[in-house]
């Protein structure tokens, strides 16, 4: 069974996060995942499950990836690491 490079087109819900082999962790952008639909291993980046993964708001901009914490929030956070 070949390692494909590119996502399946099963759909991101059915791939499962698999553990590295020591050799893919020369490549620290992409992750290993396993379709449980198409039974087929895949090597994929990691940045390209960011906009599946994580909900925005509308009108958000996808390309941002920083959080935005408002004043409330980061004060609460910052009591919390200390």
Known sequence: MTLRLTPCSCGLQYLVRM??????????????YFCAKCKQPQFLPRRAFASWWLPRAVGEDSTDTKPRLDAATRGSRMRALR
């Open 19 to 32: 553990n590295r082999a020591p050799w893919m962790r020369l490549v620290p952008t992409r992750r290993h």
